[in-house]
């Protein structure tokens, strides 16, 4: 069993930043893949950034490199991710999401095929 809370939404303008955190309670289950996805009204879902603990490895999708960092504290059981620079086309639920996979798994799959997911945050960012 797997819970996620998102946090840290809100509305910026464009150029601004915002910190989303994800806190994870996991029983029984300790997963290795953490990733952030999100959807705007009307659009696909969207992976936009997973880290993979077994091996190090890190996602992010075209559209935010350069510009979003995700990242993890061990110690506090939350995964990050750290948006700057962001733009109007940002502007979605982002939600967080947490699976067991192994590095070829980590490769093939985006985070909104993880089997656990938040309720979600909502980013605005106006122009």
């Known amino acids: 069993q797997v819970h996620l809370v998102e946090s840290g939404g809100g509305s910026v303008q464009a150029g601004g930043s915002l910190r989303l955190s994800c806190a994870v309670s996991?029983?029984?289950?300790?997963?290795?893949?953490m990733g952030w996805f999100r959807q705007a009204p009307g659009k696909e879902r969207e992976g936009v950034a997973a880290i993979y603990t077994g091996g190090g490895s890190i996602y992010y999708d075209e559209s935010v490199k350069g510009r979003f960092t995700i990242s993890q504290d061990n110690a506090k059981d939350t995964v990050y991710l750290q948006m700057n620079s962001l733009k109007p086309e940002d502007t979605a639920m982002y939600y967080c999401?947490?699976?067991?996979?192994?590095?070829?798994?980590?490769?093939?799959?985006?985070?909104?095929?993880?089997?656990?997911r938040g309720q979600g945050t909502q980013v605005t960012v106006s122009s």
């Open positions: 999401a947490a699976d067991r996979c192994n590095t070829q798994t980590f490769r093939n799959r985006y985070p909104y095929e993880y089997n656990y």
């Open positions: 996991a029983y029984y289950y300790s997963p290795n893949c």
